[in-house]
Nanobody, 120 residues
Framework: QVHLVESGGGLVQAGGSLRLSCAAS????????MGWYRQAPGKQRELVAT???????AYADSVKGRFTISRDNAKNTVYLQMNSLKNEDTAVYYC??????????????WGQGTQVTVSS
């Protein structure tokens, strides 16, 4: 079993910044891709950013130039630096991780979510 624990959410004014963290622990041999998703009230969950184990990144068009995803493989942790936040960034943010277990089986895990609220 693997647990993903997110932190760093909160309330911020428009134009401000937040940094989210997501640490994975448990039965981990290696973590392939990691990512951040978000879900606003009444909307479907959407991709925000992803990063491979080699460091290749991809972003949703809505956050390009404002958000930066990074990871620390030694700590099994992924980060999301969010700058120039807008009201429309308000959502619950979830991290996920494509985990290879010691047995070499593979499972995708999700964090519990952290609320980000951007006020005008």
């Amino acid at each position: 079993q693997v647990h993903l624990v997110e932190s760093g959410g909160g309330l911020v004014q428009a134009g401000g910044s937040l940094r989210l963290s997501c640490a994975a622990s448990g039965n981990i041999f290696r973590i392939n891709g990691m990512g951040w998703y978000r879900q606003a009230p009444g909307k479907q969950r959407e991709l925000v950013a992803t990063i491979t184990d080699g460091g290749s990144v991809a972003y949703a068009d809505s956050v390009k130039g404002r958000f930066t995803i990074s990871r620390d493989n030694a700590k099994n942790t992924v980060y999301l630096q969010m700058n120039s936040l807008k009201n429309e960034d308000t959502a619950v943010y979830y991290c996920n991780a494509d985990v290879v277990h010691v047995s070499r089986s593979q499972t995708i895990y999700w964090g519990q979510g952290t609320q980000v609220t951007v006020s005008s």
